[in-house]
C-alpha cells in the first residue's frame, strides 16, 4: 500500500486531505508535535531536530503544510521570526532526514502562498515565473520555497502549490468572511478593490492528489481558482447567497490598521493571479466560480 506522510494533518487543509486519501486506499501518516501512541502518528520536534525515523523511512510521499498560521497572531518581531522559523526548520529538517533514511522517496510535495508575488493591488495578472515581492509576506515564501526546492538536488520530484484564501464551511477564512455578514454587519474592506484569489479546499485537495498520482507535476504552480474576485464582489457574493444586508460604507483601511497592525496589509492588498499553469496539466476544478464554491459551502 503506498503510504503518504503529511505534515500539519491536524490543520483545516491537512484533516481535509488526510480523509480524501484514505478514502481513495493510501496508508496516511502524520507527523505531530504531541507524543501519542497511536500507529498512524509520529513525534516530530523541530527544535530538537528530532523526527521519529520510521515516519521517515517507511514514506513514498510527503506532503508538507505545517507551519504557523500567518493570520492568527499580530505580527511583532518575535512572532515573524517564529512564522519563519517554523517553516524553514521544519522543511529543513525534514530534508536532512529524507537525505539521511529514504533517498528513494517518490516525491516531496509542498504548500507555499500566492503572498510569493507581495501584497500588493495592480492590475498584473500573476504566474508562477514572475520575480517575487518584496514585503514580508514575500520573504516567507521565498525563502519556505527554496526550503523546499531542496529536495530536487537529490533527485526527488518536487511539486509546490502557492496556495490563495481556502474556502472551506470547516472554519478558515469563510467562516470569519461569512460570521459578521451572518449578524448584519458585513462590509467590504478597504476600498474593496483588492482582488482576493481563492480555492475550494476540494479543489485543492485534489490538486495535492494529482500531484501524487501524476509524475508529469514538477515545480510550482498557482493553487488558485480562475474566477478572479475582488473584496467587494466576494462579501456581496456571501451576502447574497445567505440573504443578509451589508452595510454601506466599507471598513476604512485605518480601522483595520489601528485593529491588526502590519497583518491589515494581507486584508488591504491583493491581486489576480493565474490557475493557468495548473490547468494545463489537465486539472480540472469542481468549483471554477464563486457562485458554486458558495452554493456548495452553504447548502
Same mark, same amino acid.
Given at each position: 500500500?503506498?503510504?503518504?506522510?503529511?505534515? *500539519? *494533518?491536524?490543520?483545516?487543509? /491537512?484533516?481535509?486531505?488526510?480523509?480524501?486519501?484514505? &478514502?481513495?486506499?493510501?496508508?496516511?501518516?502524520?507527523?505531530?508535535?504531541?507524543?501519542?501512541?497511536?500507529?498512524?502518528?509520529?513525534?516530530?520536534?523541530?527544535?530538537? &531536530?528530532?523526527?521519529?525515523?520510521?515516519?521517515?523511512?517507511?514514506?513514498?510521499?510527503? =506532503?508538507? $503544510?505545517?507551519?504557523?498560521?500567518?493570520?492568527?497572531?499580530?505580527?511583532? @518581531?518575535?512572532?515573524? %521570526?517564529?512564522? +519563519?522559523?517554523?517553516?524553514?526548520?521544519?522543511?529543513?529538517? $525534514?530534508?536532512?532526514?529524507? @537525505?539521511?533514511?529514504?533517498?528513494?522517496?517518490?516525491?516531496?510535495?509542498?504548500?507555499?502562498?500566492?503572498?510569493?508575488?507581495?501584497?500588493?493591488?495592480?492590475? @498584473?495578472?500573476?504566474?508562477?515565473? &514572475?520575480?517575487?515581492?518584496? &514585503?514580508?509576506?514575500?520573504?516567507?515564501?521565498?525563502?519556505?520555497?527554496?526550503?523546499?526546492?531542496?529536495?530536487?538536488?537529490?533527485? +526527488?520530484?518536487?511539486?509546490?502549490?502557492?496556495? /490563495? +484564501?481556502?474556502?472551506?464551511?470547516?472554519?478558515?477564512?469563510? %467562516?470569519? =468572511?461569512?460570521?459578521?455578514?451572518?449578524?448584519?454587519? *458585513?462590509?467590504?474592506?478597504?476600498? *474593496?478593490?483588492?482582488?482576493?484569489?481563492?480555492?475550494?479546499?476540494?479543489?485543492?485537495?485534489?490538486?495535492?492528489? #494529482?500531484?501524487?498520482?501524476?509524475?508529469?507535476?514538477?515545480?510550482?504552480?498557482?493553487?488558485?481558482?480562475?474566477?478572479?474576485?475582488?473584496?467587494?464582489?466576494?462579501?456581496?457574493?456571501?451576502?447574497?447567497?445567505?440573504?443578509?444586508?451589508?452595510?454601506?460604507?466599507?471598513?476604512?483601511?485605518?480601522?483595520? #490598521?489601528?485593529?491588526?497592525?502590519?497583518?491589515?496589509?494581507?486584508?488591504?492588498?491583493?491581486?489576480?493571479?493565474?490557475?493557468?499553469? +495548473?490547468?494545463?496539466? /489537465?486539472?480540472?476544478?469542481?468549483?471554477?466560480? $464563486?457562485?458554486?464554491?458558495?452554493?456548495?459551502?452553504?447548502?
Amino acid at each position: 500500500m503506498t503510504s503518504i506522510l503529511i505534515t *500539519g *494533518g491536524t490543520g483545516l487543509i /491537512g484533516k481535509h486531505l488526510c480523509k480524501l486519501l484514505k &478514502d481513495k486506499g493510501y496508508k496516511v501518516t502524520v507527523l505531530s508535535r504531541n507524543q501519542v501512541t497511536k500507529p498512524t502518528t509520529f513525534f516530530w520536534n523541530i527544535e530538537t &531536530d528530532y523526527i521519529d525515523t520510521k515516519a521517515i523511512s517507511e514514506a513514498n510521499y510527503i =506532503i508538507h $503544510l505545517a507551519g504557523e498560521g500567518i493570520a492568527d497572531k499580530p505580527w511583532t @518581531k518575535e512572532r515573524k %521570526q517564529i512564522l +519563519i522559523n517554523s517553516r524553514l526548520k521544519s522543511t529543513n529538517l $525534514l530534508f536532512k532526514k529524507v @537525505k539521511e533514511l529514504n533517498p528513494n522517496l517518490k516525491a516531496f510535495i509542498a504548500a507555499s502562498g500566492i503572498g510569493y508575488y507581495g501584497a500588493t493591488t495592480s492590475t @498584473k495578472i500573476y504566474e508562477e515565473n &514572475d520575480v517575487s515581492g518584496t &514585503d514580508f509576506l514575500s520573504e516567507i515564501c521565498r525563502l519556505w520555497e527554496n526550503a523546499s526546492l531542496q529536495f530536487k538536488t537529490i533527485n +526527488i520530484r518536487t511539486v509546490i502549490f502557492r496556495t /490563495g +484564501i481556502v474556502l472551506s464551511n470547516e472554519g478558515g477564512a469563510f %467562516q470569519k =468572511i461569512s460570521k459578521p455578514i451572518k449578524l448584519g454587519l *458585513g462590509a467590504a474592506l478597504g476600498s *474593496g478593490k483588492q482582488y482576493m484569489p481563492w480555492i475550494h479546499i476540494e479543489d485543492l485537495c485534489n490538486m495535492y492528489v #494529482k500531484a501524487i498520482e501524476n509524475i508529469e507535476l514538477n515545480g510550482i504552480y498557482n493553487a488558485v481558482a480562475p474566477e478572479h474576485i475582488t473584496n467587494n464582489e466576494l462579501t456581496k457574493s456571501v451576502a447574497r447567497a445567505i440573504k443578509r444586508p451589508l452595510w454601506t460604507p466599507n471598513v476604512p483601511r485605518f480601522i483595520l #490598521k489601528i485593529t491588526f497592525g502590519k497583518l491589515a496589509v494581507i486584508l488591504l492588498e491583493g491581486s489576480r493571479v493565474s490557475s493557468e499553469k +495548473i490547468v494545463t496539466t /489537465g486539472f480540472k476544478f469542481k468549483y471554477p466560480t $464563486l457562485t458554486k464554491a458558495l452554493n456548495n459551502l452553504l447548502k
